[in-house]
């Protein structure tokens, strides 16, 4: 046990020595003394962390019946880990796709009206080409059977079908520049709003929306305003598309099915 330095006494008397450990051992430690020293003494840790086997280390000695003093060495109080709820951060990233798949019919009515307005507008200043003139000349026939029968004869290569919805847009609006490709105008923004459909199935509004101006920012873009079967091609193809992943996902399996299936039987007949 080390020796305390000079202090002052109760009685106001200066002490010059320590005392011997003799003469400190001799002296008898009162019951008031031990209370004293019991409620210093420091909280005992968990018992585990490494902190209850370290002993107090005594650095003064008793100089009266309420001078009895010690010096703990005093750690961290130790604080058992408890398991809280992981939440996750909010990114930029998170709250954008909460607002799109909120906003999501909006924004596809914007796309889809700056869409048409584009392509009609590039398909007003575009004049019929070579193929697009056998078209209009199969649509100018009076009725369909002369039809069926030029394309027997080989006067155009693309099946009857596309030519019975040109004719009937034809004769909608009249003939005319937009008329005559609105078919192919109408089946590319089915595939733009059918590869949304299925994107945004399995990753969210925000993603399908993205991936909806994929098609319009390829090469493909320049069939969605000709006056020939490519775009309805397209839009037939993204129908079968998202039937067989709703058919897969197993939603009224038999409707998805038979929708499927007329498609992939229709889609031969305009490609051969």
């Known amino acids: 046990m080390t020796a305390c330095p000079p202090r002052v006494l109760a009685a106001g008397r200066p002490v010059s020595k320590p005392a011997t450990a003799t003469a400190r051992a001799s002296k008898p430690i009162s019951s008031v003394a031990v209370a004293s020293a019991t409620m210093r003494m420091p909280l005992r840790e968990k018992p585990g962390s490494g902190a209850h086997n370290i002993?107090?280390?005594?650095?003064c000695v008793m100089r009266g019946p309420c001078e009895f003093s010690r010096r703990y060495v005093r750690l961290p109080r130790v604080v058992a880990d408890r398991?809280?709820?992981?939440?996750?951060?909010t990114t930029w990233l998170d709250e954008l796709s909460a607002r799109a798949e909120a906003r999501a019919p909006w924004i596809l009515c914007?796309?889809?009206?700056v869409y048409l307005v584009a392509t009609c507008g590039r398909a007003s200043q575009k004049l019929f080409w070579h193929d697009e003139l056998f078209t209009v000349y199969l649509t100018r026939l009076p009725n369909l059977s002369d039809v069926w029968r030029a394309i027997e004869q080989g006067a155009e290569a693309a099946p009857p079908l596309f030519s019975a919805i040109t004719r009937a847009?034809?004769?909608?609006?009249?003939?005319?520049l937009i008329s005559g490709?609105?078919?192919?105008?109408?089946?590319?923004?089915?595939?733009?709003?059918a590869v949304y459909s299925f994107v945004k199935r399995r990753y969210g509004a925000l993603y399908g929306l993205v991936a909806s101006l994929l098609p319009s920012a390829t090469h493909a873009y320049v069939f969605a305003y000709e006056a020939r079967p490519y775009g309805l091609v397209l839009g037939f193809a993204g129908?079968?598309?998202v039937a067989w992943q709703r058919a897969a996902e197993g939603r009224p399996r038999v409707l998805w099915l038979?929708?499927?299936g007329l498609v992939l039987v229709l889609e031969p007949v305009r490609l051969t």
Do not use: H
């Open 55 to 59: 002993k107090p280390r005594a650095s």
């Open 83 to 89: 398991p809280r709820p992981r939440r996750l951060p």
């Open 110 to 113: 914007c796309f889809a009206g």
């Open 169 to 176: 847009s034809i004769g909608l609006f009249g003939e005319g």
């Open 181 to 193: 490709r609105l078919p192919g105008i109408v089946g590319f923004l089915v595939a733009s709003l």
């Open 239 to 241: 129908i079968a598309m």
């Open 258 to 260: 038979l929708l499927l």
